[in-house]
């Protein structure tokens, strides 16, 4: 065989197992998608969410397992239901499920994702959460603003005392959200959000219980965004309307804050700090981020907690035994000559597992905020397809009975010994995961569990609590992005304090 001859042959030889390796390749089956249900032709699994999806997903889960594939539409969907599923998406899988999926929600209400929640991971994102990390809610600063959060929650103490001494019901609700509207306003833009409750904080509650139960809901035209400019459902159209009342009040508060920043010199609020930065590692901050900036810290600062709050004030009042316990915790540490302060609460081991149990029982974010896979991958030996929308089901890893027994009873005893006796909600337990986990986790975490913490310890110390005659208490919740109290709680205060604890709100 001559040389041509031979090299012609060499080079066809290698030329055919190249055609070969890339046709094994192509040919090569994957790993099944995850078990799920099949939907129905078109709109997919939409149709069987029902009114409470996270209920629903809960119970596909129970017959197609922890990691259940869905089409939705036309979008591949997969629902993790167990610490260990979570885990592997949360952790193992964090870095190709670091992003969210596009929607209404982030493009009508979150000014086109340009907030803090819905951003892509890049430089803009990593700049907000480096700013809202270093000025607002790391473990330093977040704890030298301490003295704002006693002063703005003994004024809500007062004005509870105020309506117990005209014996008249609380409404619990109301009176939490403008007091943390209030710390957030002051923290941010140095000005409370409400010289008082009433008409015009009721409005802004009602502005982010609207905004929080459209963003819940499951908007057709995200999964079949062929059909998305129809808005068959008219959640777009409330989405706008709605954004336009925020963007209104968001821009307002901003122009005023600018205009008053000569009066702070020596004394920088957060967004003093944000709006001076012209510009880091090459990413400029706009007018428009800064609004939705604001917005994502009133919305996960005011609803979450204060909903959280009152789930775990219902719960207390419907097991009178667990209000007693906890009450006598406190005077023990705190005695009923002051009111709480934050440092006490290291000392009050039961008031912590009463916040772990309603964090458990009534995760206000059932459904964790979807994210979605930049590229194919696999978890445990199933397939999951690129551009895949993840939803994670805090509510049924919270009351599943292989990890809590029995997980419908509110019961913080199983926090303080035994086998759930150490796990923490802070991201790492994935059988607790109210904040989310991985790099998306809530940038508000430290402040969630501290000021519910604080205010629930708060509200039990300073005031016994009954429920009005003839009135009982209902434990039914209303579906959006925070699953609150359908039927808000209000309920009559009785001082326990001495009196002088109720008259200065920095005592």
């Known amino acids: 065989m001559d040389v041509v001859h031979f090299q012609e042959l060499f080079s066809a030889t290698v030329l055919f197992f190249i055609i070969r390796f890339f046709i094994s390749k192509l040919l090569k089956p994957h790993p099944p998608l995850p078990p799920g249900p099949k939907g129905w032709p078109v709109l997919g699994c939409l149709p069987l969410l029902g009114s409470m999806p996270h209920a629903s997903l809960a119970e596909l889960a129970r ?110 609700l109301e009176l939490v959200s403008c007091a943390l509207a209030n710390i957030i306003g002051q923290k941010s833009i140095s000005r409370r959000v409400f010289t008082a409750h009433g008409e015009e904080s009721n409005d802004f509650k009602s502005m982010i219980v609207e905004l929080m139960r459209l963003a819940g809901l499951f908007n057709i035209g995200d999964f079949i965004p062929a059909i998305e400019w129809m808005d068959l459902q008219g959640i777009q159209g409330k989405m706008k309307r709605l954004h336009n009342k925020f963007d209104a009040l968001l821009t307002k508060m901003l122009e005023e804050h ?47 907690s204060s909903s959280t709050i009152e789930w775990a004030m219902a719960e207390m009042l419907k097991n009178p035994s667990i209000l007693n316990l906890v009450q006598a915790e406190i005077d023990t540490v705190v005695g009923k000559n002051r009111r709480l302060k934050e440092s006490d609460i290291p000392k009050l081991p039961y008031l912590q597992a009463i916040c772990k149990e309603t964090f458990r029982k009534h995760p206000v974010v059932p459904l964790s905020l979807p994210r979605v896979t930049s590229e194919p991958c696999e978890v445990n030996g199933y397939y999951i397809p690129k551009n895949t929308r993840l939803f994670v089901n805090v509510w049924a890893i919270g009351r599943d009975p292989e990890l809590w027994e029995n997980p419908h009873e509110f019961n913080p005893e199983r926090f303080l010994s035994g086998k759930n006796a150490n796990i923490e909600p802070r991201g790492n337990d994935f059988e607790l995961i109210p904040f989310g986990s991985g790099r998306r986790i809530c940038a508000g975490i430290r402040m969630g569990i501290a000021i519910v913490q604080y205010v629930v310890g708060t509200l039990v110390h300073s005031f016994d609590w009954k429920l009005s005659d003839g009135v009982e208490i209902e434990m039914e919740a209303a579906f959006g992005l925070v699953l609150g109290k359908a039927e808000k709680l209000k309920a009559m205060a009785i001082p326990r304090l001495e009196p002088n604890a109720y008259e200065d709100s920095s005592s």
């Open 258 to 304: 600018m205009k008053t920043a000569h009066e702070r010199k020596g004394s920088s609020d957060f967004f003093d700090i944000v709006m001076g930065i012209k510009e880091d590692d090459g990413v400029a901050l706009t007018m428009t981020n800064y609004k939705a900036l604001l917005l994502n810290l009133f919305i996960a600062g005011t609803d979450t």
């Open 63 to 172: 017959r197609h397992g922890p990691i259940m594939h869905l089409k939705m539409g036309t979008c591949d969907v997969v629902v993790a239901s167990s610490p260990d599923a979570a885990m592997a998406f949360l952790k193992t899988l964090d870095h190709s499920f670091s992003n969210r999926p596009p929607g209404a929600g982030p493009t009508y209400i979150a000014y086109n994702a340009m907030d803090m929640v819905f951003a892509d991971v890049g430089p803009r994102w990593k700049l907000l959460r480096k700013l809202a990390n270093l000025h607002m809610l790391g473990a330093k600063d977040f704890g030298d603003w301490s003295p704002l959060r006693h002063k703005e929650v003994g004024l809500m103490v007062r004005d509870i005392y105020e309506l117990s001494q005209q014996w008249k019901p609380v409404p619990v």
